[in-house]
Nanobody, 120 residues
Framework: QVQLVESGGGLVQPGGSLRLSCAAS????????MGWYRQAPGKQRELVAG???????NYADSVKGRFTISRDNAKNTVYLQMNSLKPEDTAVYYC??????????????WGQGTQVTVSS
């Protein structure tokens, strides 16, 4: 089995920063693309940022220049550094990873979600 465990969410004032982490564990052979998604109340889940195993990144237009995604392949961990946070960044943030298991099967895995609230 594979698990993704997220941490780092919380309450922050506008203009503040937070760093999210997501660690994958279990029967992992390889981790391909990793990413962060978010879902605000009443809205669809959207891609925030993604990163390939080789380090290529992509971002939603709304977070470009403010958020940075990175990963540590040795630790099977992906990070999201969020700066200059705005109230509209408030959402539940989910980690996603495309993982090939030791059994040779490839699945999309999701974390449990972590709440980020930007408010004064």
């Amino acid at each position: 089995q594979v698990q993704l465990v997220e941490s780092g969410g919380g309450l922050v004032q506008p203009g503040g920063s937070l760093r999210l982490s997501c660690a994958a564990s279990g029967s992992i052979f390889a981790i391909n693309t990793m990413g962060w998604y978010r879902q605000a109340p009443g809205k669809q889940r959207e891609l925030v940022a993604g990163i390939t195993r080789g380090g290529s990144t992509n971002y939603a237009d709304s977070v470009k220049g403010r958020f940075t995604i990175s990963r540590d392949n040795a630790k099977n961990t992906v990070y999201l550094q969020m700066n200059s946070l705005k109230p509209e960044d408030t959402a539940v943030y989910y980690c996603n990873a495309q993982i090939t298991t030791r059994a040779g099967l490839r699945y999309d895995y999701w974390g449990q979600g972590t709440q980020v609230t930007v408010s004064s």
